[in-house]
């Protein structure tokens, strides 16, 4: 039987984990990932900030690959069609946002799944893939907010934030997991024993550990609004999807978005700012 490493749910906005194998984790080690780390602070684009990324887009997407399968045969999917044109159509508007304001290519494909379930969440995975539950379809009043949610995960993926949290809670991971592998009698483990160490010891250099982190959504909340500007909805309903969120979490379920994403009503008061700074809206 194959031991499967969990990786922290927090690769993704919400609950949903990756279960990769040890042997697929090494063997993306093994295929270079370990050593280019020194060079691989790269400046993005978009967003112009530098960026530790340790796995190249290729191989964070056939990572995610193998995760969206089994979250898709794990989870049932809407049958509500109302629902899913729903979120389909304000995926395409608020991905002809991100297209106008430069940030991703014109006309590329998207696998875009609405879950059957009440959770209130939603999430990005590399490649191209979206996931929104019917739970956060419920709490949105209106369009305009489900695009708030849908161009702040597109921020994720402009911002690169998946491959960034990836790489470090890889390192985090390996880091644990080093002394497992070292004394592991299968051949091909202990082949790449070396490797791991040296990951495991670059781990503990840096010391890090970092979830989606604070700048990471407050630069998603910017890029969604943005996208939201260029996509024509009313902006200002981001700020009332995060009052909304914070109202909800008062209750006893809180809503898994939250959970992943603090502070709703900061970031009440930063998309306010951030709008009025823009000139989108005087709010
Ligand atoms: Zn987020």
Same mark, same amino acid.
């Given at each position: 039987?194959?031991?499967?490493?969990?990786?922290?749910?927090?690769?993704?906005?919400?609950?949903?984990?990756?279960?990769?194998?040890?042997?697929?984790?090494?063997?993306?080690?093994?295929?270079?990932?370990?050593?280019?780390?020194?060079?691989?602070?790269?400046?993005?684009?978009?967003?112009?900030?530098?960026?530790?990324?340790?796995?190249?887009?290729?191989?964070?997407?056939?990572?995610?690959?193998?995760?969206?399968?089994?979250?898709?045969?794990?989870?049932?999917?809407?049958?509500?069609?109302?629902? +899913?044109?729903?979120?389909?159509?304000?995926?395409?508007?608020?991905?002809?946002?991100?297209?106008?304001?430069?940030?991703?290519?014109?006309?590329?494909?998207?696998?875009?799944?609405?879950?059957?379930?009440?959770?209130?969440?939603?999430?990005?995975?590399?490649?191209?893939?979206?996931?929104?539950?019917?739970?956060?379809?419920?709490?949105?009043?209106?369009?305009?907010?489900?695009?708030?949610?849908?161009?702040?995960?597109?921020?994720?993926?402009?911002?690169?934030?998946?491959?960034?949290?990836?790489?470090?809670?890889?390192?985090?991971?390996?880091?644990?997991?080093?002394?497992?592998?070292?004394?592991?009698?299968?051949?091909?483990?202990? +082949?790449?024993?070396?490797?791991?160490?040296?990951?495991?010891?670059?781990?503990?250099?840096?010391?890090?550990?970092?979830?989606?982190?604070?700048?990471?959504?407050?630069?998603?909340?910017?890029?969604?609004?943005?996208?939201?500007?260029?996509?024509?909805?009313?902006?200002?309903?981001?700020?009332?999807?995060?009052?909304?969120?914070?109202?909800?979490?008062?209750?006893?379920?809180?809503?898994?978005?939250?959970?992943?994403?603090?502070?709703?009503?900061?970031?009440?008061?930063?998309?306010?700012?951030?709008?009025?700074? +823009?000139?989108?809206?005087?709010?």
């Amino acid at each position: 039987m194959t031991e499967r490493i969990e990786f922290d749910g927090r690769i993704l906005d919400g609950a949903p984990r990756i279960n990769m194998s040890r042997r697929a984790i090494i063997t993306g080690i093994a295929a270079g990932t370990v050593f280019p780390f020194v060079s691989s602070c790269t400046t993005n684009p978009a967003t112009g900030t530098n960026q530790l990324v340790f796995f190249g887009d290729d191989q964070v997407a056939s990572m995610a690959a193998s995760a969206w399968t089994d979250m898709k045969a794990q989870t049932p999917v809407t049958a509500n069609t109302g629902l +899913k044109n729903r979120v389909l159509n304000v995926w395409s508007r608020t991905i002809q946002g991100a297209e106008k304001e430069g940030h991703v290519p014109q006309g590329a494909s998207w696998d875009v799944a609405v879950f059957d379930t009440d959770d209130v969440n939603a999430f990005v995975m590399p490649g191209n893939r979206v996931g929104v539950y019917r739970g956060i379809t419920e709490l949105t009043e209106n369009d305009d907010q489900l695009s708030s949610v849908l161009g702040h995960e597109t921020g994720h993926v402009v911002g690169r934030h998946a491959a960034e949290r990836l790489s470090v809670s890889t390192l985090a991971q390996v880091s644990l997991t080093a002394s497992q592998i070292a004394i592991a009698s299968n051949d091909e483990l202990s +082949k790449y024993g070396t490797a791991i160490g040296a990951l495991g010891g670059a781990a503990m250099q840096f010391g890090v550990i970092l979830p989606y982190s604070r700048r990471h959504e407050l630069e998603a909340d910017r890029l969604g609004v943005d996208y939201m500007h260029q996509a024509g909805y009313d902006v200002t309903q981001s700020v009332r999807l995060w009052e909304l969120m914070d109202a909800n979490s008062s209750g006893q379920r809180q809503p898994e978005f939250l959970s992943t994403h603090p502070d709703p009503a900061n970031r009440a008061a930063a998309l306010r700012q951030y709008i009025n700074a +823009k000139g989108y809206a005087l709010m």
